[in-house]
């Protein structure tokens, strides 16, 4: 396959947005491919906060089988050039994750933003006490409960109809703005994601606005892929090294 590369130099600031794709050759199902989670169980089931409310030992049931599935996963090639082309560019680097696994941590991402939570926190559905490390797998009634209210915990991932933390918002325009203010060359790259979930799918627009050179590196074909000046299609563990300069 002709390979591809994001030419990338000492101006060059690169933002990296990554979905579910980065991690299906790690084992991890994706949500809207073949085979996807969501094929399992629909998401107004179990990634709505109604779903919770309705049923919490369901939904604890969905999000400790995907602890066992991501707990069992290691960072493959992909992860591992992200977090390599990361050492390389320092302060000029920024990882936005959609992903919840934990996958990129584990590869040595540091400048890491988990726009939708992770799997491995859990917080109190009621009150303001701060999130919790949690790596229990079979999650089973008596559910966990709060030590400063009681009330129920709940993993502390993003659902849907829920609020991105604005923090991490904030994190992902003030690099793609600082970039646009030192007339930097912007590049976007994002890595298999469909494109499909808001606001992280409108990112690469924003980028865009802002003069960036846009890629995606995706197995097929993305809702968006029309924002993007560059489109590499195949599997990240051999696109994204090569895209890279690292394969
Ligand atoms: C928000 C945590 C403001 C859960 C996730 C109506 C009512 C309420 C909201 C909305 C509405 N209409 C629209 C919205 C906004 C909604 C949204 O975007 N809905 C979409 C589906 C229409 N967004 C929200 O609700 C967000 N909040 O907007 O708040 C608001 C509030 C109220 C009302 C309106 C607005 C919150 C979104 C966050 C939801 N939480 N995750 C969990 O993970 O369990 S999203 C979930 O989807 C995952 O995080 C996942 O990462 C993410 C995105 O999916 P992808 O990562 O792209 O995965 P997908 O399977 O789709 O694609 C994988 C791709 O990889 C494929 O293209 C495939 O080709 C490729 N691939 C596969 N294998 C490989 C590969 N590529 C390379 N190599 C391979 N080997
Ligand atoms: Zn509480």
Known sequence: M??????IDAGTRLIVLTGAGISAESGLATFRGAGGLWEGSR????????????????????????????????????HLAVAEIEARLGD???????NVDGLHGLAGSRRLV???????????????APPVEDRVVDVAPPLPACDACGSLMRPDIVWFGEMLDPAHEWAVRRFLKAAGVAG??????????????HPAAGYVRYAKDLGAETWLANADEAANARWFDHVVTGPATSVVPALLGLG
């Open 2 to 7: 002709a390979t591809e590369r994001i030419s």
């Open 184 to 197: 930097a060359r912007l590049v976007f790259l994002a890595i298999g994601t469909s494109g499909n979930v």
């Open 114 to 128: 988990e726009l939708h939570g992770s799997l491995w926190r859990s917080r109190c559905s009621r009150c303001e």
């Open 92 to 98: 000029r680097f920024l990882l936005a994750t959609q």
């Open 43 to 78: 998401v107004e089931d179990v990634a709505t906060p109604e779903a919770f409310e309705a049923d919490p030992e369901r939904v604890w049931r969905f999000y400790g089988a995907r602890r066992a599935g991501a707990g069992a996963a290691g960072p493959n090639r992909a």
